[in-house]
Structures are given as structure tokens and as C-alpha cells.
């Protein structure tokens, strides 16, 4: 059954995955000199005759204590499972045959270097017996590295029932299946890592990082962090601030901007008497109030009282937030007590009566203009039209009149007498 499960899985993966050691360079300790059984054979794609005569297996020397086989990738790649076809000489892999009692026991290492102290152990066969080992063999391998190595040893007495006196390699085969280029995974290695993932690469099945670029958390590195202290990176799986928020933000995430009128170091500051008009709230890092202060009060932040305005250090001694903001709060007060103690609370309210006395005053200015300029044109025409002394008596009435009645409504009535004027001006001509 386990036979078959591993048969089947091989199938699959096969096709998910290449064998990136395919006749790559091979090597082995204690080989069996003058004989076609050199490391090279397990990684040169043949498996069809598992005898040592039909060269196609590497096989080590006689009566050692130690077997050692290892291919190099080339560089550091990412592996998915090894796929081991052991020697049987042609015959059914039974009970009987001998060369499962060499297999059992043995172990895959994944390394960068050939230097025994940085092997990592990916498999160890501690389970199987003669009666369960199966042929061939599919180990699942999800790390990253360079070397290959398979490795068994016959040197710490006594051994478990059923292993042999000495240690071999019986590799017929030795099939590396990964991913050649790092940073892709899935099927055929097709897809990219996610573009968040620390070091570009990322699980060869399912794409998760490993840890993420800093401002990422999630095993896709695409949760963007919060507002963390110093901008730390936050806890790759939660997304937790490891030491907790920068000002104005809060929540194990730093995700919450300070509310309820708070603000500052973990929100724990409460804005001052700002004045709000729409429901605004005061800066969430640095307190400062959005349109001045309520009356009665001053400064950036609305703490200080008005009538004690001339004592700016006992106001701004009792915000000591961070560093960041010290200056900036430290030189406004000191304007402040020299300006004029009118601007910071009037200036927003009678902002809107001003710009309508201006336009007041503006329309009613242009309106003169206009009345004194057609007054103006009207008496030149008169002057040229040649008309008698005794005519421009009415028209010094009328400016008498307009001057009298200076407003809007005067306006109709004046044209109409102009025009009343002139009427009888032709009349009398005619
Ligand atoms: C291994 O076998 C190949 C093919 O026969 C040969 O070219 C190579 O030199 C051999 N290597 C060693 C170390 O014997
Ligand atoms: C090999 O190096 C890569 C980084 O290049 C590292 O991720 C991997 O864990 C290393 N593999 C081993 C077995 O040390
Ligand atoms: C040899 O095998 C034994 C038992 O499996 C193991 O404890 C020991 O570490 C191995 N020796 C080496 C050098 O790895
Ligand atoms: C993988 O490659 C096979 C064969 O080339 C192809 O049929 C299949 O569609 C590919 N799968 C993906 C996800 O690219
Ligand atoms: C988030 O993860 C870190 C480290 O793994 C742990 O210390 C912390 O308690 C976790 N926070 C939550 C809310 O789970
Ligand atoms: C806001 O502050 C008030 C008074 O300090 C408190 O009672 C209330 O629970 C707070 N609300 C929130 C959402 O923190
Ligand atoms: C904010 O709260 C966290 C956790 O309670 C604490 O470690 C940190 O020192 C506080 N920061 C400030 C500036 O008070
Ligand atoms: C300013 O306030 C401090 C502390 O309350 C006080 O000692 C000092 O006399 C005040 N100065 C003036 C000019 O009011
Ligand atoms: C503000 O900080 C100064 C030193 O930076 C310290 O001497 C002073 O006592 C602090 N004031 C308050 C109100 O915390
Ligand atoms: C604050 O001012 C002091 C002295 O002027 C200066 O040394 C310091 O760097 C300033 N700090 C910030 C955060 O600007």
C-alpha cells in the first residue's frame, strides 16, 4: 500500500516538478574502482536495468562502514521531493532480497556546501524494516540548497534487526525534483513569488513566504503593516507592533487612528479646547487644534488659558509628547506672546461678516461711479445739442435730487426724470 501511495504521488509531482539532476555532477565516497558503477550513473536518466552489469547504477566499494553519494545543482535551488531507484539485480524486491537489508537506515541531506557541518537533514529512515521498504522511493524535501546527498553508515553497534554489516550505495537512480530558477512555484514552477516575500522566494507548492520585506505581514506578505514604532517591521503572522505605535495610532496593528478626542503616544494625550465647526478632531499625532482654539484659550494646542497668556511655559511645559514635535511647540508660544492677542480666536468667526461689508462696499462704490459717469456724459450732450441757459435748470435739480436719494431704489425715478428732461429739451427745440 505505502508502495503504491508513493508510486502515485510520484506520478503526480513528476509532472508538477522537473529533475533538475539530471546529469549533473555527481560524486561519491569509497567508489568501486575499475568497474562502469561511478557516482555519475545515478544521475544519468537510465533506470531500466538495475543490475550492476547494465551500468546505469553507481555502487560503492566493499566492507565500508560508511556510504556517501551527493549530485551538485549547480547553485542553491528549491526542492520539492527525491526520488531514489535503488539497485535490485533484476529481481522481485521481496522479503528476500538482500539489498533492502543495505537501503534501511538511510538519510537525505540538503547542503550549500559539501562541509559536513552545514548538511540539513530532510529525511532519516528510522521506521522502515526488510518487510516495508519500499522500490523506489519518494522522500518530500521542501528546502533550499545546493547539494544532494545521500549518506548511511554501519558504524554504531549493534544495529536494528534486518541491516546489513556494511554500508553501500545502491543508487540506480537519483531523481532532484524542484524548481531550477528560485522566486517561481506552483506547477511548472510557472508562477512568481509574491512580490512582498523576503529574499524573493517563496514555498514551491503553495507560494507562502517565509518572512516578509519589512511594512508586510501575512504568509503572502501582502497585509500592509501599521503605523509601527520606528517603523519596526510588525510580526510576520498577526501582523502584531512588536513595540507597539508610532504617535497618533493604536491597536495591537497600529491601525487605529487615535479617536474620542485623543492623540499622541499610544492616544494617550486629549486634544485641547480646539474650536470645531464640523466635528473635526485635533491632529491625531500632534494635537495641533484644525481652526484655532475655542475662546478662551491659545496656542497649537488650545491648553492655554488667555488670561494667564503672557506665562506661555507653564501651558506648553505639560505636553512633553516626543521629541519630534518639541521644537515646533516650543517656538509657536513664543509668537504668540509678542502678536497681537486678537488674532488666534477672531479671526475665524467674523471672517464671513468681513467679506460682506466688502462686497457692500464695493457694489455701492461702482454704482456712484456709474451714476456720477452718466451724469457726466448727459451734460456734455446737452453742452453740444446747444441747448438754452434756461434748460439746464431741470438737470442741476436732478443732481440735486440724486445726490439727496443716493441708493438703489433712486435709480428708476432718476432715469425717468433724465428722460423727462430730455423729452422737454426736444420738445422746446421742436
Ligand atoms: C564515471 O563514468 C564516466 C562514464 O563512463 C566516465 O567518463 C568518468 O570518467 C567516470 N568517473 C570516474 C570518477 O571514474
Ligand atoms: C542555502 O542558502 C539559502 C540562501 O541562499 C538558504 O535559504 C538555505 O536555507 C540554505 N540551505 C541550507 C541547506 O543551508
Ligand atoms: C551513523 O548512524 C548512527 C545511527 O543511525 C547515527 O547515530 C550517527 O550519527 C551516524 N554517524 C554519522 C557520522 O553521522
Ligand atoms: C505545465 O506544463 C505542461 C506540459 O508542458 C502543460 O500541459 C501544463 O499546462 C503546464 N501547466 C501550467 C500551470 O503551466
Ligand atoms: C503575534 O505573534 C507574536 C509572535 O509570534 C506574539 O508574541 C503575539 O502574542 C501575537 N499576537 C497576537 C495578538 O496573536
Ligand atoms: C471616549 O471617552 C469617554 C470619556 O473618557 C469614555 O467614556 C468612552 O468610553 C470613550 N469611548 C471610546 C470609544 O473609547
Ligand atoms: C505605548 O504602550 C506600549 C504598550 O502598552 C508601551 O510599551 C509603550 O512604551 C507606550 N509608548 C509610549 C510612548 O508611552
Ligand atoms: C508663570 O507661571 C509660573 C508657574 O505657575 C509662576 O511661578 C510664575 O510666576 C508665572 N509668571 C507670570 C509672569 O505670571
Ligand atoms: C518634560 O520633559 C522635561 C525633559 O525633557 C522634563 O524635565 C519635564 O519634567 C517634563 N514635563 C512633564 C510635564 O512631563
Ligand atoms: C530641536 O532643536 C534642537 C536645538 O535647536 C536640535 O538640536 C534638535 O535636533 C531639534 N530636534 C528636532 C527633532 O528637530
Not at 19 to 34: D, E, M, S, T, V
Request: glycine share 8%; proline share 4%.
Amino acid at each position: 500500500m505505502i508502495w503504491l501511495a508513493l508510486f502515485i504521488g510520484h506520478f503526480w509531482t513528476v509532472k508538477t516538478f522537473e529533475n533538475i539532476a539530471l546529469r549533473r555532477h555527481a560524486w561519491q565516497r569509497y567508489p568501486f574502482h575499475g568497474t562502469p558503477w561511478n557516482a555519475t550513473y545515478a544521475v544519468d536518466g537510465r533506470r531500466s536495468d538495475l543490475a550492476p552489469a547494465g551500468g546505469q547504477c553507481a555502487i560503492s566499494a566493499d566492507d565500508k562502514s560508511i556510504a556517501e553519494w551527493r549530485v551538485d545543482l549547480g547553485k542553491v535551488r528549491n526542492l520539492h521531493h527525491v526520488f531514489i531507484q535503488y539497485r535490485t539485480d533484476n529481481v522481485a524486491w521481496d522479503e528476500n532480497d538482500y539489498f533492502k537489508s543495505r537501503v534501511l537506515g538511510f538519510s537525505i541531506y540538503v547542503s550549500n556546501t559539501t562541509y559536513r557541518n552545514d548538511w540539513r537533514l530532510c529525511f532519516k529512515d528510522n521506521k522502515y524494516t526488510r518487510a516495508t521498504i519500499p522500490n523506489p522511493i519518494s522522500v518530500t524535501c521542501v528546502m533550499h540548497g545546493r547539494y544532494v546527498i545521500y549518506y548511511n553508515n554501519r558504524t554504531h553497534h549493534p544495529f536494528p534487526a534486518g541491516y546489513s554489516t556494511y554500508a553501500f550505495n545502491d543508487l540506480c537512480e537519483v531523481e532532484v525534483y524542484g524548481c531550477l530558477t528560485l522566486g517561481y512555484y506552483g506547477e511548472n514552477c510557472s508562477t512568481p513569488c509574491p512580490e512582498n516575500c523576503k529574499g524573493g522566494d517563496c514555498d514551491i507548492v503553495d507560494g507562502t513566504c517565509v518572512s516578509c520585506v519589512p511594512g508586510y505581514s501575512g504568509s503572502m506578505c501582502n497585509i500592509v503593516c501599521g503605523a509601527c514604532y520606528e517603523k519596526e517591521q510588525c510580526d510576520f503572522k498577526n501582523g502584531t507592533c512588536p513595540n507597539g505605535c508610532e504617535d497618533g495610532y493604536k491597536g495591537r496593528q497600529c491601525k487605529t487612528v487615535c479617536t474620542n478626542n485623543t492623540y499622541g503616544p499610544n492616544c494617550s494625550m486629549t486634544c485641547g479646547h480646539c474650536l470645531y465647526l464640523y466635528g473635526e478632531k485635533c491632529n491625531h499625532v500632534t494635537g495641533q487644534c484644525p481652526r484655532g482654539c475655542a475662546s478662551g484659550f491659545q496656542g497649537d494646542l488650545c491648553v492655554e488659558s488667555r488670561s494667564e497668556f503672557r506665562n506661555t511655559t507653564l501651558a506648553w511645559s505639560t505636553y512633553n509628547a516626543t521629541d519630534k514635535f518639541k521644537n515646533k511647540t516650543l517656538v509657536r508660544p513664543m509668537n504668540d506672546a509678542y502678536g497681537p492677542p486678537v488674532l488666534q480666536t477672531t479671526v475665524q468667526v467674523p471672517f464671513y461678516s468681513i467679506i460682506i461689508v466688502v462686497v457692500l462696499f464695493s457694489v455701492s462704490g461702482l454704482l456712484n461711479l456709474f451714476f456720477i459717469s452718466r451724469q457726466v456724459l448727459a451734460r456734455c450732450r446737452n453742452r453740444e445739442e446747444k441747448v438754452d441757459e434756461s434748460v439746464e435748470q431741470p438737470n442741476t435739480i436732478v443732481n440735486s435730487i440724486y445726490i439727496q436719494e443716493n441708493g438703489f431704489s433712486t435709480y428708476q425715478e432718476l432715469e425717468h426724470a433724465d428722460q423727462k428732461v430730455n423729452n422737454d429739451v426736444y420738445t422746446s427745440l421742436a
